[in-house]
Each structure stands twice: as C-alpha cells, then as structure tokens.
C-alpha cells in the first residue's frame, strides 16, 4: 500500500474535503444564529406593537413622536462618536506611559504611575466628568462640557488599559530585548521595532472593547448639559413632551447599532492580526 508521501493527490483531495466541511458547518452555524436573531427581534417588535399576547396587554409606542424626533436623535450619533474616538486616543497614550511608568526601574516613574492609576481607578467616573467640568473654574480652568468629557473619559479609560499595555509589554520574552541590545539596538530601538509591534498585537483586541464601552459611557458627558450627543437629545425631547419612553427606546436602538458596527470593525482587525498565529 503505497504511503500519501508518495501519493499527494489522495491526501490533497481528503485536506479540500475537510476544509469544505468545515466552511458548510460554518456557513450553517451563522445561517441558524441569523436566524434566531430575526425570531428574538421579531419577539422585541411584537412586545412593543400594542397587541394583546395572550391575554396580555404588550406596550404600545407612540410612532407619531417617534417619527417626528427620529432624525433629531440620530444627529448625535457625531457627537457621540466625536467624544469616544477623543477620549480613546487620550487614554491610549496614557495607557501607554502609566505601563511604562509600572515597568521602569526608576522609582519616580513607578510611583507615578501606580499613583494616577490608584486615583483613578479609586474615584467614580461620573465624578470625574463633574470634577473637570465644575471644580475647575473654581481654580479659574473653565472647560467645555467636550473637553471636561474627554479629558475625564481619557484619565479614566487610560488607567484601567495600563494594565492591558502592561500585560503586552511583559509578553515580550526577556530574550527578544538581550537578541535587539546584542546587535546593538538602542533601548529606544528595541521598544519601537521589537517590543511595541508585539505588544500592540495582544492589546488592540481589549483596546476595541474599551472603544465600544467607552462609547456607551460617553452617555455620562451629557450631564453637562453642553454636549448634545445621543443621550441629551433623547433625555431632551422625551422630557419636553412626556414620551421618556419611546426616546430612551430610540437612544437605545442607536447605541445599540453603534456597538455592532464598532464590533464587526473590531473583529476584521483582530482576525487581520491573526493571520500570523494560522
């Protein structure tokens, strides 16, 4: 009986075989979650339709006012996203300095970091928001409700993904630093072409869920009363006009789609940074 090695074609032919049964099992599995999808959404339409289920009487909307401040609530969807993208490109540059900060040898920096971090993780996010926004003017720093938002999302967000960078930076072997200084790479060097590209491989995936949580809390921002983002416009309309609920359904719906584009944007990335590991 002659061996695959000498027979590549068989062994070609049962790997073709394998690889298509495990894209129709895939293409199943999604087939059927898509499905369950539409039956659960259909389930969520229905209860708020107005129709009697069983004897029970199911939430009926008010379309008209849905109609009329549909387009008024989306328009702060910018806003929203405006204050996210500043506030994660804050936090990940401090993210970046406190895991710095928590692996130097140099005590200053090391107490630094932990403290900020302490600080930080120690006081309420919403606090923080009211902190810059209220307490400052009173050492005469007058912020915008933006800049109070960002600044208090950015502190906040980059104090808890210093741990993330810091768990990168230290999966990088200790053998990969003394490899870069042997050929006479510069600490600086050895940071920027060795470490940093693989430590970033590991923490952009936790990176995209503090983005996407992040821009759930910058619902926090509206307390200001200054950023007219998602959350202020409903809060807004729905109290002006005593439909609290089917404005808070709409901001919700809107997060909600704003969390499932920013999740399939997270998973295209981690799948292209992935590729290495398949």
């Known amino acids: 009986m002659k061996s695959d090695k000498s027979n590549p074609g068989i062994k070609k032919s049962h790997v073709e075989l394998l690889h298509e049964s495990q894209l129709r099992s895939a293409r199943r599995f999604r087939t059927n979650v898509s499905i369950s999808w539409g039956v659960m959404l259909l389930i969520l339409v229905y209860f708020f339709s107005g129709q009697d289920f069983f004897g029970i009487k ?15 609530i989306a328009g702060g969807i910018p806003q929203t996203l405006l204050v996210s993208f500043l ?6 540059f401090l993210a970046l300095l406190a895991a710095l900060g928590r692996l130097s040898k140099f005590p200053p920096f090391y107490a630094l970091s932990t403290f900020y971090v302490s600080l930080i993780r120690g006081t309420p996010l919403y606090l923080q928001i009211f902190f810059f926004f209220l307490a400052l003017p009173q050492l005469g720093i007058i912020l915008t409700g933006l800049f109070a938002g960002v600044i208090a999302l950015g502190l906040n967000y980059g104090a808890y993904m210093s741990e993330i960078f810091r768990a990168g930076l230290s999966s990088v072997g200790r053998g990969q630093r003394e490899a870069a200084y042997a050929i006479g790479m510069t600490p600086w060097q050895t940071m920027k072409r060795i470490i940093l590209p693989q430590a970033l491989r590991f923490a952009i995936p936790p990176i995209g869920n503090d983005f996407i949580a992040m821009t759930k809390d910058s619902a926090l921002v509206s307390a200001t009363g200054f950023v007219h983002e998602v959350m202020w416009r409903a809060t807004r309309v729905g109290r002006a006009q005593f439909n609290n609920l089917e404005a808070l359904i709409m901001a919700a719906i809107f997060y909600w789609i704003m969390t499932i584009m920013l999740t399939y944007v997270q998973s295209i990335i981690e799948a292209r940074l992935s590729k290495g590991d398949r």
């Open 58 to 72: 199911t939430i009926a909307l008010d379309t008209e006012f849905i109609r009329k401040n549909l387009v008024f």
């Open 87 to 92: 506030s994660i490109l804050l936090a990940t």
